[in-house]
């Protein structure tokens, strides 16, 4: 898991440079590695900034947080939000 930290946090070393914090959406009902590196602070200690987590109900509504800005990151969004995600040109 720590690895997976670390390859996220490489991947986003420009964005986190330029932020006092990440904002990171995720499903709290599909258990995934990241809750446990989110209650350890893995993910803040590999970015060096706050890792801000957000819990929503669809990936819908994750892909209209990424376009409005309010979130940076989706994780297990669901390929059909991810792709409409894409499409928009969400970050």
Not at 10 to 34: C, I, K, M, R
Request: aromatic letters at 10%; glycine letters at 6%.
């Amino acid at each position: 898991m720590r690895v997976a930290a670390l390859v996220i946090a490489g991947s986003l070393s420009s964005t986190v440079y330029a932020a006092d914090q990440v904002s990171v959406a995720f499903f709290l009902e599909w258990a995934t590695p990241n809750q446990e590196d989110k209650v350890k602070n893995t993910f803040d200690e590999a970015l060096g900034v706050p890792v801000k987590w957000t819990n929503f109900a669809t990936g819908g509504e994750m892909t209209e947080a990424m376009l409005s800005g309010d979130i940076d990151i989706s994780y297990s969004q669901g390929l059909t939000p991810f792709v409409n995600a894409v499409n928009a040109k969400a970050p």
